[in-house]
């Protein structure tokens, strides 16, 4: 029996990047959601925590969602400069993303604590996109899938279903860089995900989305999410500027 394939998700990353002023560029891809631009597919913009609250506004009653980029584990409390995931979906986001590899490495993030914020994120009623993927070093030594296996067994947090995480598999070395896998590559990577989320999950693994990132881009799209077990996309520099976002989205026009 074939398994139904879950909808796709293009998610959108803007990093440390974006003024009040992107609101125009969100406004523009929201547009072309509305105009059947992502096809079948979910869109989601994560900006920085200063544009949430003005953005899902912006995007009320628009086929797109807004999300964040992290989150702390605790709901509330003395924790100077930090913002929990029951503050982001206050203020209208219906993702976060957690364990980044910009955060596991500027902010020394384990796995533990990924999987802590991925259950705040549950706790708080929003979905998680929890973030694995290997350095160059370790792929060159042959270590991908054993890098991806802990990384998935450390912060897949107990209860997950695939109504309140997804998986972004970001090869470290392909993010920023115009480098990606393989298509090759990317598929012995994405049905081994698949197959450890069989595992821990049972069926439910079928349901969880995963995303891959990394040098996406309006010209690679199709080929990337046409990849076996690719159910979208996490798109870094170029969900900056809605004609990229847009380009790559309509990898799901059909
Ligand atoms: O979260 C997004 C990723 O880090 C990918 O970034 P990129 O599309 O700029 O390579």
Redesign the pocket.
């Known amino acids: 029996m074939t398994a139904t394939r879950p909808r796709p998700l293009i998610a959108g990353?803007w990093?440390m990047n974006g003024l009040l002023k992107g609101v125009g560029e969100l406004e523009a891809i929201a547009s072309g959601i509305a105009g059947g631009g992502a096809g079948h597919a979910e869109t989601l913009i994560c900006p920085p925590f200063t544009l949430i609250a003005r953005f899902a506004a912006a995007a009320a009653g628009q086929h797109i969602k807004i999300g964040a980029q992290d989150c702390h584990a605790k709901p509330s409390g003395a924790h100077t400069g930090d913002i929990s995931a029951e503050m982001l979906k206050d203020c209208g986001a219906s993702y976060v993303?957690v364990g980044?590899?910009?955060r596991r490495t500027d902010h020394g993030e384990t796995d533990a604590d990924v999987k802590a914020k991925a259950e705040a994120a549950q706790r708080a009623g929003i979905i998680g996109i929890i973030?694995i993927g290997e350095t160059r070093a370790e792929r060159e030594s042959g270590k991908a899938l054993e890098v991806v296996d802990v990384q998935l067994a450390g912060s897949l947090p107990p209860g997950a279903t695939g109504a309140n995480v997804v998986i972004?598999y970001?090869p470290v070395w392909?993010?920023?860089?115009g480098l990606t896998p393989t298509t090759g590559d990317i598929k012995e990577v994405h049905d081994f995900i698949r197959a450890k989320l069989i595992a821990a999950l049972g069926e439910e693994g079928h349901n969880v989305r995963i995303l891959y990132?990394?040098?996406?881009k309006p010209s690679n799209a199709a080929e990337l999410m046409g990849v076996d077990n690719v159910d979208g996309a996490?798109?870094?520099?170029?969900?900056l500027k809605a004609a990229d976002f847009l380009g790559i989205a309509a990898a799901y026009r059909g």
């Open positions: 990353n990093k993303i980044h590899s910009e973030c972004a970001e392909a993010i920023g860089t990132g990394g040098s996406c996490l798109v870094g520099g170029a969900s």
